[in-house]
């Protein structure tokens, strides 16, 4: 289990620092909370405390960024305007670039923030995202749900139909 | 889920609505997919094999609250059923009223018996003589057994029990009738009787079964002292 761990750690590293940036939405926070991480990881394992969980690497990025954010200088939206998924979404999705996703992904208030950032790396099954946000599977889907259509509203303005 | 899921589906409005939210998401998902690694990142790849916890021992494993549960578990339940194996070696049929007349061997007083001074082979026809039991007799083995008083009962159960002080102290015989029925042998077949043993009140008992009647002999002491006692009998 300990030796799955690690191994998950080295082939998910990539996944763990597109998680830091969605929460961040700026690649030298990202970095930051990133190496603070894996560094923390190191620390565990030279002391041989690493836990053998593969959820715990992206729980203590999580705690990484989430401490990061605390002095932004820009408070996160409290509403958004929400429209329905469009059919033409995924065309408009196209257009946009990965830091335009992470700059909107990273305004959300938590703990939204994080469930879609969990959610669209496809990394883990709802039960996991569960775990990891501490949350019941309604509020999960919930927060979801309403991040999608807010995310489709906001598209909507920043792309024209194609 | 997944039925609901199913049944939106049959639904063409909610079909395309689900259609547009996958495609919506795995538009996103890809997007995601398309955040570029900076080499500063990067470079922890390189190392990250040698971050790894130290390989868990079988101790480690063992101290784990739910092995150590499991295994607490286990044994209780193993401790449980060696003991219920062990109490059913000590069970035959009648073994709760040779138990019950342990106490009586405890209890009784000599006056409340018939007073006798007569060798045990003689006992037979004494209680057939005398209370019309018929089988009621002693085994050879005890023929030479000095009987100093005798006494008849019906116990809780109406049976009728026949009771034998002798002279030696501490040593008793009882006979009353077996339990009909008998779910185990309590003689090997074409062989002698074999004993059963009870324990009570300080006194155990070895009984068994001839003609549907049990014999048990009672000795103050344990189990332990009455098949020493019996052994040397023998020889």
């Known amino acids: 289990m300990e030796k799955e761990g690690a191994k998950y750690l080295s082939h998910r590293l990539p996944q763990l620092y597109r998680f830091c940036l969605l929460m961040t939405g700026d690649a030298a926070k990202a970095l930051n909370a990133f190496q603070n991480t894996v560094r923390e990881a190191a620390l565990l394992a030279a002391r041989g405390h690493l836990p053998a969980d593969r959820l715990w690497s992206f729980h203590e990025a999580r705690h990484q960024c989430l401490e990061l954010g605390k002095n932004d200088m820009h408070p996160p939206r409290n509403t958004a305007p929400e429209e329905p998924i469009s059919c033409d979404a995924a065309a408009r999705v196209a257009r946009l670039n990965p830091d335009q996703l992470a700059g909107w992904i990273s305004a959300a208030p938590e703990p939204q923030r994080s469930a879609l950032a969990f959610f669209y790396l496809n990394e883990f099954s709802h039960r996991e995202m569960q775990n990891l946000l501490d949350l019941k599977m309604n509020e999960l889907a919930s927060l979801i749900s309403h991040g999608r259509s807010q995310f489709q509203a906001w598209l909507n303005n920043v792309t024209k139909s194609p | ?235």
């Open chain 2, 1 to 235: 889920m997944r039925s609901a899921l199913e049944s939106a589906r049959t639904i063409p409005e909610a079909a395309a609505s689900l259609t547009a939210q996958q495609q919506f998401d795995q538009a996103l998902a890809e997007l995601v997919q398309d955040i570029k690694i900076p080499r500063e990142a990067a470079e922890w790849f390189v190392n990250a094999d040698l971050i790894r916890g130290p390989k868990r021992s079988w101790k480690t494993t063992a101290r784990h609250p739910a092995i150590l549960a499991t295994v607490l578990a286990v044994l209780v339940l193993t401790g449980s059923g060696i003991f219920f194996f062990f109490e059913r070696l000590h069970e035959f049929p009648g073994s709760e009223t040779a138990q019950r007349l342990l106490a009586f061997a405890n209890t009784t007083r000599q006056y409340q018996f018939d007073s006798l001074n007569t060798d045990a082979i003689n006992l037979g026809d004494y209680f057939f003589m005398k209370s019309q039991l018929e089988h009621y007799d002693i085994p050879m083995q005890f023929a030479d057994f000095r009987a100093r008083g005798a006494r008849v009962f019906d116990d809780e159960d109406g049976k009728r029990v026949a009771q034998v002080v002798l002279a030696e102290k501490g040593v008793q015989f009882f006979l009353y009738p077996a339990e009909v029925s008998a779910g185990r042998a309590s003689s090997k077949p074409h062989g002698r009787p074999i004993w059963r043993y009870v324990e009570g009140e300080g006194w155990a008992g070895a009984v068994q079964e001839r003609d549907g009647i049990c014999f048990m002999i009672a000795m103050h002491g344990n189990e332990e002292e009455l098949r020493t006692y019996l052994g040397d009998r023998k020889r």
